[in-house]
C-alpha cells in the first residue's frame, strides 16, 4: 500500500477506516527492550532495529499511524525511583521520530507525536509546570514535523485538557485519550463530559487508550460520542484498548489486577476477539481504531482484516494468514483441517489449561489517589524499609 | 557474551548449562511472516530482517544455541495441499543457516541444524525413500557447517532412528528429540525404550519437544533418563516444550486441543512459570533446556535467569528485566511496588479474565494414525468437497 | 424455644431479628414430592410427613416463619399444560396451614399464608379477574387464621398491588416481595418506585424473594429502602433470595439460566456465603431475612448462627454444629482439623470440581413478556410439535 | 413395590441391579441431626423420625437396601476427642436396626448392617483389639436379624480383611467395600490384590465405597473384577461413591481436599451425572449400584430411572420426576419448555456462578499414616494449644 499523503483529518473527514499501531511498551518488554517498572522507551536510541523492525510489523499488519515510540518520555519520568538512563528525552525522541517516519514511508501511514500524563501532575504540581513539561516534549515533534499529535493515557480530563492546549498551538491536528472507562475519570467527571471538555479545548478526535478490554473501551468512547453529540458539537472518534480481558477492573484499570504486569498472560485476547473488537467499534461510529498494551502484531491484522470490506483491501501481512482460519485446510490432520471455518473460532470458548486458576480477580487498589503521600514521585530508588512497608501494608488489604 | 568457540558435547560434558532458543514458527505467524497451517519456514529467504531480529532477541535472552529457521522445509512439505511458494527448500534453508551463524557469531551460541518428522513417513513411504529425504535436508548444513545437528519432532521413534542414522554420518553431534509425552510413540513405544532405540542408533544428546507443556516435558525426560541409565547407557538430555499449559492433552499433544492453534491464548505460561520449568529441568539432570511453540525472548531470559546461579551470569536482556519482578520498584503506585517480591509472583494464581471459559478442553483425535486414507498427503489445496465431508465429520466427535 | 405469642409486627417494630424459612418446591423435588415443571405443592396433602419433616427442619434451624406450602397453588396454575392432580388447591391449603400450625406450635414461630404472581396476569386477565384469584385462595387462609400474610414472587408491581389490596381486606398483617433485581419489575419500574407503590398499597412489610443470589437481592432491598425514605414512608424489609450464586442473571433472574432447574448444582452457596448474606442483609436494616430456593435447613442455620449475637441465642440445630467449623477439632486427620477456624472458610475458594465447565452462562430470554403469544397458558400437555418448534427456536438463540 | 422376599445373593446370582441407599451422614448434617467432626449417628435414637424419613426417601428414590444407620458406632469412636452422647453405641445400633427394618418393609428393601475401620486400628492396636470391636457391633445386627452384612469404608485391606473374617462367622452373606481409588490401599495394595484377599477372606460382594466421584469408584471397581477374574475367583461387585467431583484428589481421596466438609457444594453431582455414572456402573458389570456421601435421594432416584430399562420398572419417586427433564413441558416460559430434552441436559456444562474460584484444588495431606503420633485417637477434646499447633503447621504446607 502506497503512500497517499492524506493526513489524518482528511482520512476521517472521508469516512475512512484508520487503523492504528499496538503496544510497544509491552511487546518490547517481552522482546528484551524495554523494562517493566518504569517503562521508558530508550530503546528507541540504544536498540533502533528492534523498534524499527516492530513499527514494520505493524505497518505489514495494516496500521496507518506509527506513533512515535515516546511514551512516558519526560525528564522527570525517566528519572523516577532510580532508573537511570544514558540517554536524554529528547535524545530518545528524536530517534524515535525518525524511526517511525522512516517506517511510515514505506507505506502508507502517518507519524504521531504523543505525550502523556505526567508524574509532575499527580504530585500537585501547577498548571504552569504541568505545561512546561509538555512544550518540552512538543520541541522534537515540532523539528521532526510528526504528522499530527496525541495526547494520550490521562486519568485525569484536567490534565488532559491542559496537554490539548499546549498541543493546540502547534497548529497540527489534535487527537486526546484518556485511559477512563464508563465510570468516568479519577475525579469522577463521566466520560460524556470528559469529552466534551476535550473537543472545547480544540482536540479534533476524543477517545479512550489502555487501562481496559475493548469491551469497555468501546462503550466508553460511545458515552463519549453521545455526549458531544448532545453538547452540539462535532468530532472524530478513536479507541485503543487493551489487548487483555479485563472484567473485573474497576474504575483505575488493570494495573489494580493482582496480574498486571508479569501475570496477564491468560487474559491474552485471541485475534476472534479482535474481530468482535473491530466490529463492535467500527458499528459504534469509531473510525480511528487500533491497540495499546499487549496488541502484537497478529492482533492490529485481525482488526484489518475484520474491516476489510469497509477498507477495499487486506493487509500485507495477509498474506500469510488465511482468513478465519483458512490456512488449517493445508493441515495434516483431518480434524485440524476441519477447523478451516469461521463459525469454529467464533463459537470456541477457549480453555485456560489452568485448573488452579480462578477466571477473575478482585483487584488491588489502596484507595489513595491525586495528592497522597504514597504516590508522590522521587528520583531515588524505592529503599528498603519502604518496600518493607508496602509488603506489610499489601497484607493487610 | 562473547564466544567461547566450545562446541555442544564439550559444553555439556563439562557439566554447562546450554539455553536453547524459542519457537519460532508461532513467533513469526504472530509477527506476520509465517502461514499457519503449512507453517513453511520460507520467511528466511522472504524476509531475512524479521528472522535476525528473532534470532537477536533469544540471544539476548540467553540462548546458546541458533536452530535454523528451516522446520518441516523438506521439499515434498512444502508442496503440500497447495502451498505455494517462490523459494525451494535449499534456498530458505541456505538463508536460514546464513542468518542462525551471523547472530551466533554475534555471542557465545552455536548453530544447530535441524529435520523433522516427514508427510512421507506418515504416507507409509519405505526407508530407504524417508532416508532420502533426510540426506537432502543434509546437504546445506554440510555446505553451510553448522555446528550440530538435531532429528526434532517426531512422534515415531522408528522414523526419529533413520534420521539419527543419516545424521550420524555427517560426523556432527547429533541429539534427537521426540515430541512424545509419557504415554511413548505413536506405536506405544514408552519414553525409557525409545530413549535406548535413539541412543543405540547414535544420538548423543536425546529428549523431547513441542507437544506438551514444560511439566509433562520434563516428566517425560526423566523416564527417557531412567530408561537409558537402567540399560547401562550414557546420554545427555534435552528439552525443549510448548509455552502452553497443556494438562488435558492425550497422548497425541496440543494438536489435538480444540484451541489449537489460534485459540491457545489463555494457556501461554508467564515468565514465572518458566523458573519453575528450568528449576525441575535442571533438577532432572537435564542441561539443554530450551522451548519450543509459544516460548517467546523472555521466556527463554526466565529461563536464564532461574538457572544464573549455575551459570553464573545473567543473560544481556537482564538489563531491562528485574529478578522476580523487581523492576515494579520503580512504579508510581505503591500497591504495584509492593509486588516487587518472589514470594507474590510465585504464588499468583493468575485469573483468565473469561468466565464464559472452561478451564481444561477435551481434545479432538480421531482416532486415525500412520497409513490412514485421511493422513495422506496431498499436493493439490483441499477442496471445498473434501472440506465439508470434515465438518460433517468433526459434528459427529 | 417456646412460643412467644408474638406477632409479626410486635417482633419488627421491637427491632427483632426474625428468620425465615427456606425453599420448600426445590427441597421436597429432591425429596421426591414435587414435580418441577408444574411446580405444585400436592405433597401437603399427598405426604404430609415429608411436608411435616420439612418445616421441623426449619424450625430447628432457627425460623422463626413457617410459610404454609401452598405456593402457586392457584387452580387455574394446578390445571396448567397437562399437570393433573387428585386434590384440590383448596384441600392442599387446608393441609399446607394445617402442617404449618402443628410445626409452629412446637416452637416460636407464626404462620404464613401466601400468594404468587398469576398466570391469569400473564394472560392479560383483567384486574378484576386476577384479584378473585387471589381472594379465593384467602378463603383458607381466614378459616385457618394464619398469623399474618405475604404476597411473593411477583415480577410485575402492579399485580403485587394487586394482591396486596385483596390481602389487606383480611385485616392481617401484609408483606410484598418481589422476584425483581436492581434493574426493578418486568415493565422497568425499579426497586425504589415499587416499593413505594407497595406500602401505599398497605403493605407493612416489603422486599424481595427468589430469583437472585443473596448480594443482588440485599442490594435490591437496599434500593427499596432508599425509595421508601426517600418518599417520606415507613416500613419494615425482607428479604429471601435464593441459594445459588447468580452473578451472571439479567433481569429475569435464574430461570432464564441455561442450568435451570436440573444443573444448578455447582452454584449452590456454602453455609459460610450464609453467613456474609445474614450480615450484610442485617448491616442494610433488613430485619425479616430468610431464604427461597435452594436453602436447605443447614443454611437457615448459618443465618441464625451469624446472628446469635443480635438474637441472643443459637438455635436448636446448632447442637450439631460447632461455629464456624468447631466441630472438626474431633476429627481424626490433623489437617482436617487444622481446618477448625473462621479465617479458613471464610477465605476459602472452592473448587467446581469441573475443568470442562466455566464459571458464568450466558442466560437465555427470547425477549418475550406479558401478553406474548409463547406465554399463553393452556391446560393441556405441551404437543409434540409445540415442543419441536421449541427445540428449532432454541438452536437459534 | 411389594417385597420380593430375595436375599441379596439371590438377586444377585438372578442378574437383578441392586440399587443401594444414600449418604446418611452428609444427608442428615445439612438437616441438622449430625455433626460434623465426629459423624457420629446419635441420631437414630435421638430424632428417630428424621431417620426414618430419610430412609423413606431413599425406598421411594429406588433404593433396594436399607443400611442400618451406625456408621463409626463403635463405643471407642464414639468417645473420640471430646464428643459426649447421652446414648450407647449398642442402643444407637437397635434404634437404627428398627428403623431400616420398618421402612425396608414397605417396599422390596433388605436390611443391611455394616461395619467401618475402627480407630483402633490406627493407633496400631492388634489384630485381637480390632476384632473385639468389631464382634462387638455384630451383637445388634445379629439380635435384629438384619439381612446381610457390609465391611464399608476401609482404607487398609488389611483391616478389611479382618472385618470380614469377623462377619463371616455370623453366617449371613457379606460384602467388603474399601474406600480406596485406583491407586489402592493406603499401604499400596492395588485394587485388583485388594479384591482378590477379600474374596479369598470370604466376602461374596466386593467393591469400593466413599472417597472417590463415581468415575473413579466405577474405574476402582473394574481393576477388582479384573483381580479377581485374573486369579480365577468369583465375586459380585458394587459401588457406592460420592455425588462430589474430585478430580484432583490423591490417593487419601475428598477428606483432602481443602473443601471438605464445608465446602464441597460446587462439586455436587447433577442428577445428570448420575445417569452416567450408573450406565457407566452396569456396563462394568457391576450390579449393586448405589452413593455415599453427598447422595440425596433425587441422585439415587437418577440411578434408578437410568436403569428402569434393565430393572423394568421405575421408581415411587418418579411419578414427580419426567424422565429427562420431561416435566418442563409443563414451565410457563417457553425457553424453559425448550430444555424438556435429553441432549440438552446431557451436553449441559453447568457453570459455578464463582468466577473468583478455581475448577480444582491442591489436596492437603501432610504426609502422615497409619501409627503416627498425629493420628493418634484421644477422648479429651482437642486443646487450644493442641489446635495453635495445627495451623502454625497448616501454613507451611
Redesign the interface.
Given at each position: 500500500m502506497a503512500s497517499t499523503n492524506k493526513g489524518i483529518l482528511e482520512r476521517l473527514d472521508a469516512g475512512e477506516v484508520v487503523i492504528g499501531d499496538g503496544g510497544f511498551v509491552f511487546a518490547l518488554?517481552?522482546?528484551?527492550?524495554?523494562?517493566?517498572?518504569?517503562w521508558t522507551p530508550e530503546a528507541a536510541a540504544e536498540h533502533p532495529?528492534?523498534v524499527r523492525?516492530l513499527h514494520?510489523?505493524f505497518l505489514?499488519?495494516g496500521s496507518n499511524v506509527m506513533q512515535t515510540f515516546t511514551f512516558y518520555a519526560s525528564d522527570d519520568k525517566l528519572e523516577?525511583?532510580?532508573?537511570k538512563l544514558t540517554f536524554t528525552g529528547a535524545q530518545i525522541n528524536e530517534a524515535a521520530c525518525d524511526l517511525a517516519r522512516e517506517v511510515a514511508n514505506e507505506g502508507d501511514a502517518l507519524v504521531a507525536g504523543g505525550v502523556s500524563q505526567t508524574?509532575s501532575y499527580?504530585s500537585c504540581k501547577s498548571e504552569k509546570e504541568v505545561k512546561a513539561t509538555f512544550k518540552k516534549q512538543l520541541d522534537v515533534f515540532i523539528k521532526k514535523n510528526v504528522d499530527f499529535l496525541i495526547a494520550e493515557y490521562f486519568e485525569h480530563v484536567e490534565e488532559a485538557v491542559w496537554a490539548v492546549e499546549v498541543l493546540k498551538e502547534t497548529g497540527k491536528p489534535v487527537a486526546a485519550s484518556l485511559c477512563v472507562g464508563p465510570e468516568g475519570d479519577m475525579h469522577g467527571v463521566p466520560p460524556g463530559e470528559c469529552a466534551v471538555r476535550l473537543v472545547k479545548a480544540g482536540a479534533q478526535i476524543v477517545g479512550v487508550n489502555c487501562h481496559f478490554?475493548p469491551l469497555t473501551c468501546v462503550k466508553t468512547v460511545k458515552m463519549m460520542k453521545e455526549g458531544v453529540e448532545k453538547a452540539g458539537l462535532k468530532a472524530h472518534y478513536m479507541v485503543q484498548p487493551l489487548a487483555?480481558?479485563?472484567?473485573?477492573c474497576n474504575c483505575q484499570g488493570f494495573?489494580?489486577?493482582?496480574?498486571?504486569?508479569?501475570?496477564?498472560?491468560?487474559?491474552?485476547?485471541?485475534?476472534?476477539d479482535m474481530h468482535k473488537y473491530a466490529r463492535d467499534a467500527y458499528n459504534a461510529g469509531i473510525r480511528f481504531i487500533g491497540g495499546c498494551c499487549g496488541f502484537?502484531?497478529?492482533h492490529i491484522?485481525a482488526v484489518a482484516e475484520e474491516l476489510a470490506p469497509e477498507r477495499g483491501f487486506l493487509p500485507?501481512?495477509s498474506?500469510?494468514?488465511?482468513t478465519w482460519?483458512?490456512?488449517?485446510?493445508?493441515?495434516?490432520?483431518?480434524?485440524?483441517?476441519?477447523?478451516?471455518?469461521r463459525d469454529y473460532?467464533e463459537n470456541?470458548?477457549?480453555?485456560?489449561?489452568?485448573?488452579?486458576?480462578?477466571?477473575?480477580?478482585?483487584p488491588?487498589?489502596?484507595g489513595?489517589t491525586k495528592g497522597h503521600a504514597?504516590?508522590l514521585?522521587q528520583k531515588e530508588?524505592?529503599t528498603k524499609d519502604?518496600?518493607k512497608q508496602?509488603?506489610d501494608?499489601?497484607k493487610t488489604?
Open positions: 518488554e517481552k522482546r528484551g527492550y524495554v523494562k517493566a517498572g518504569p532495529e528492534a523492525q514494520r510489523e505489514r499488519a523516577n525511583r532510580g532508573n508524574p499527580l478490554d487483555y480481558h479485563t472484567p473485573d494495573i489494580d489486577l493482582p496480574e498486571f504486569p508479569f501475570g496477564l498472560e491468560p487474559r491474552i485476547l485471541t485475534r476472534w502484537e502484531p497478529y491484522r500485507a501481512a498474506e500469510k494468514h488465511g482460519g483458512a490456512g488449517l485446510e493445508m493441515h495434516t490432520k483431518p480434524w485440524v483441517r476441519a477447523r478451516a471455518r473460532w470456541l470458548k477457549p480453555a485456560s489449561g489452568r485448573p488452579l486458576c480462578p477466571s477473575m480477580s478482585s488491588d487498589g489502596w489513595v504514597d504516590l514521585q530508588a524505592t519502604q518496600l508496602l509488603f501494608r499489601s488489604h
